[in-house]
């Protein structure tokens, strides 16, 4: 099984294309949740994600003919890139398989870091299948996105910074998704200081690993729905589970509403952007998860920047509306001069600004003489929601609420 000593051999190798990235305290998320929060920004990672750390290592444990066979891997997003700089860094040919829908900008990315892309299938699974082939065929090596004790050991270098920048720390927050990444960072916590608590988190839309905590083995989910598209796979790998078995104290799950409110706060409190799989640590720890004391030091590992910009402001509108800052609101008016400068008065009344109104009189679910109005608007929480909605009733409106 992967030990300390694995991760501290990594460390080195590790350092020569990846950067130690900051910790930094926050004091928004201390007084919000009440503990002492600091925030590991892997975010700020060289290709915007930790991967380049397992990645590096594995291809460093390559022997000479290896290395002159190249290496081969599926990935439909940070493995690719991790895989790709690592690989260009260390004079190592690599081809990556992507599904044939992976967002352009990721492509784009992962060719210029020097790979060769090969798009192929419809998702993940048929990506990996000719990764597979390519391997076989020309006998590459395949570098494992997760469950490989070399890929392992790189990701948990991520524990050593944080033993280092935060000798204090109580709790360590990490998201789960092959297992990879938990697997590396609880092995370098654990080997140091087993008192320091590890606590996991997947998506809800993907939360293969309590079932399999249950079970006792490794339990594969049929499906996955979740916004955090970096931990959307469909269970955890066979070595990774031994570990996070032995060395992780607690998993838990969030929800996808959870999630985007994390992303959206990190923007607008912290000026930090990371993708839906960063963000569930801190969606953890705000939003109670778990159990902690008043002023006990956490650490969530922030893992990932690369969110997609129409995901972003997908989750931007959803975290907006979860906050009360965004309704969108739909009504029957008369079809008559003036009817929706009333309705506007009453909304102008209580100073809800309006981003987009749609006015229908062809609706077949309206009367003949009656018309549709539709209306997104800027409001100020949910206080103010309820007040506008309530002052729109009294003045006779029957309003749904449509987000
Ligand atoms: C940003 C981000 N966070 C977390 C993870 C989870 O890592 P692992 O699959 O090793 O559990 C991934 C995996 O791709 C990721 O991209």
Redesign the pocket.
């Known amino acids: 099984m992967l030990e300390l000593a694995d991760v501290l051999d990594a460390r080195d190798r590790v350092s020569e294309t990846s950067r130690h990235t900051p910790l930094t305290h926050s004091y928004t998320y201390s007084e919000m949740t009440g503990a002492d929060v600091h925030l590991k920004l892997e975010n700020f990672q060289r290709t915007g994600?930790?991967?380049i750390r397992g990645a590096t290592n594995r291809i460093a444990t390559l022997s000479p003919a290896e290395c002159e066979a190249g290496v081969v891997t599926a990935s439909a997003?940070?493995?690719a890139q991790g895989v790709a700089l690592a690989a260009t860094r260390a004079g190592v040919d690599a081809t990556i398989v992507m599904p044939e829908n992976a967002p352009i900008a990721k492509v784009k990315a992962t060719r210029n870091y020097g790979a060769k892309v090969v798009l192929h299938g419809i998702d993940y699974a048929e990506a990996a299948e000719r990764a597979h082939e390519i391997e076989d065929e020309k006998g590459r090596t395949y570098v494992h996105?997760?469950d490989d004790e070399a890929v392992m050991a790189g990701?948990g270098t991520i524990g050593l910074e944080i033993l280092e920048d935060c000798p204090e720390v109580d709790t360590v927050v990490v998201?789960?998704?092959?297992?990879?990444?938990?697997a590396g960072i609880a092995t370098a916590i654990k080997g140091t200081n087993p008192d320091v608590r590890v606590v996991g988190v997947q998506a809800a839309g993907a939360s293969s690993l309590t079932r399999s905590l249950e079970k006792g083995e490794v339990v594969s989910i049929d499906g996955v729905d979740t916004i955090a598209d970096?931990?959307a796979?469909r269970s955890v790998g066979k070595q990774t589970f031994q570990v996070i078995k032995e060395r992780v104290d607690e998993v838990v799950t969030v929800t996808d509403e959870q999630i985007a409110m994390a992303i959206v706060h990190l923007l607008e409190r912290s000026k930090t952007v990371v993708?839906g799989?960063?963000a569930v640590s801190l969606a953890a720890v705000v939003f109670e998860e778990f159990d902690y004391d008043e002023g006990e030091v956490i650490v969530p590992a922030l893992?990932?920047g690369n969110i997609d910009l129409n995901m972003l402001s997908t989750v931007i509108v959803r975290g907006l509306v979860e906050t009360g800052r965004y309704l969108k609101i739909r009504t029957v008016l008369e079809d008559r001069p003036g009817a929706l400068e009333d309705l506007l008065a009453v909304i102008s009344g209580y100073r809800a600004n309006i981003y987009a109104i749609q006015h229908d009189r062809t609706s077949r679910d309206i009367g003949m003489s009656d018309t549709e109005v539709e209306i997104d608007l800027e409001t100020r929480g949910h206080d103010h929601v309820a007040e506008l909605l309530e002052a729109m009733e009294a003045n006779g409106y029957e309003v749904d609420v449509l987000v």
């Open positions: 994600a930790f991967k997003g940070n493995h996105a997760f990701q998201p789960i998704g092959g297992g990879g990444l938990i970096g931990i796979t993708e799989a960063g893992c990932g």
